[in-house]
C-alpha cells in the first residue's frame, strides 16, 4: 500500500529529528532523518522511495536503529520542506520544524555568512531539542542557557487530526499490550486485560488530549519519572468494549505499516477472542494470545 502522506507527517511526528548545527570550521550542519527499530527496514526504505530516494539508510547495531537521512540541501529544499509545508506537524515538532526552516533559508540566502547571521543561526540551532551543540556554545558561550519558546507553538493546528496521521504516530510512539490477572489462588479465573497506549513529553499535552476526543475513548494520565517530575503524559485505551467501538475500526480503515501491526494483528485477535467465545474455552488461547504479543514487543 502506498503511504499516505499524512502517515508520514504523523510517523515523523512521533519519530523523526530536524538537527542543525555547526561543524568544526563553524560551517552549517543540518539534516533531517527518521529512525525506526531495526526489524522496520522495510518501511524506511519505503519513506525514502516516497521522498523520491533522496534519503541515506544506516543502521546502528548498538540498539538496532535504522534510519533514513536527509542531509543534502537539494533534498530539503525540494522534497521534505515543501512535504511539511503541506501536510504539517501538529505535535510540539512543529516548532522544531520551524526552526529547522527558518536555518535553511538562512542557508539558501547566505545569512550565515556574516557574524551577527552566524549567531542568528547558531541561536536557532541551540533552541532545538538536540542536546548539547559544543561547536555552537565554545564560538558563542552566552547561548548556553537558550531554550526553545513553547509560547510560539501553534494551538490551532492540533485540531487537524487526520485519520492517517494518527495511524503514523501510533505507528512510532504506540504500544498494544495485554496483561493477565489470576483472580483466585488456584487460578482459574482469569481477567485478561488489552490497552493501546501512547507517550511522550508533556509539553504535547494538547495533542493527546485531542486522540481522546479523536478516539472519543480513552483517558490521559501525567506518569511521574525517577525524580519525582510530571514530565511525561500517556494516553490509554484500556476498555474492551470502547477498543472493539473505536480503535478497531480505525485500524481496519487506516492500518498500521510499520513491525507493530503484527502486534496489532494478534492484539485485535485477542479482543475478539474475549468478546465472542465463552470464558471456560477462551483462556488457553488467550494466554497464548498475549505471550505471542509479548514476544513482539520484545
Not at 60 to 79: G, K, Q
Not at 176 to 182: D, P, Q, T
Not at 284 to 296: P, T
Amino acid at each position: 500500500m502506498p503511504l499516505s502522506p499524512f502517515y508520514v507527517s504523523g510517523l515523523s511526528d512521533a519519530e523523526s529529528c530536524f538537527f542543525l548545527s555547526l561543524d568544526n570550521k563553524n560551517y552549517p550542519r543540518f539534516s533531517f532523518f527518521i529512525g525506526m527499530n531495526l526489524k522496520d527496514k522495510d518501511l524506511i526504505s519505503n519513506i525514502n522511495s516516497f521522498f523520491n530516494k533522496k534519503g541515506r539508510i544506516s543502521i546502528y547495531s548498538p540498539n538496532s536503529e535504522i534510519r533514513v537521512t536527509f542531509e543534502n540541501l537539494d533534498a530539503i529544499n525540494n522534497y521534505i520542506i515543501p512535504h511539511f509545508d503541506k501536510y504539517p506537524l501538529i505535535g510540539i515538532k512543529s516548532l522544531d520544524y520551524q526552526l529547522f526552516k527558518t536555518g535553511i533559508n538562512m542557508i539558501n540566502n547566505g545569512d550565515y555568512k556574516t557574524a551577527e547571521g552566524l549567531k542568528n543561526f547558531s541561536k536557532i540551532s541551540i533552541s532545538m531539542n538536540e542536546g548539547y551543540k559544543k561547536n555552537i556554545i565554545n564560538l558563542f558561550p552566552d547561548l548556553i542557557n537558550t531554550s526553545k519558546n513553547f509560547e510560539l507553538y501553534d494551538k490551532s493546528i492540533v485540531t487537524t487530526m487526520n485519520p492517517w496521521w494518527v495511524s503514523g504516530f501510533i505507528d512510532g510512539d504506540g504500544s498494544f499490550s495485554a496483561s493477565i490477572k489470576y483472580k483466585n489462588i488456584e487460578k482459574t479465573r482469569i481477567a485478561f486485560q488489552p490497552s493501546l497506549s501512547i507517550s511522550q513529553h508533556s509539553n504535547n499535552i494538547l495533542l493527546f488530549n485531542q486522540f481522546k476526543e479523536f478516539f472519543n475513548c480513552g483517558n490521559v494520565y501525567d506518569k511521574k519519572s525517577s525524580d519525582g517530575q510530571h514530565n511525561h503524559i500517556q494516553y490509554q485505551v484500556s476498555s474492551t468494549k470502547d477498543i472493539k467501538s473505536f480503535i478497531l475500526p480505525h485500524f481496519e480503515s487506516y492500518p498500521l505499516m510499520s513491525y507493530k501491526k503484527n502486534v496489532y494483528q494478534v492484539w485485535s485477535e485477542l479482543i475478539i477472542l474475549l468478546s465472542n467465545v465463552p470464558s471456560e474455552n477462551r483462556n488457553k488461547k488467550a494466554i497464548e494470545f498475549v505471550n505471542q504479543i509479548k514476544k513482539f514487543n520484545n
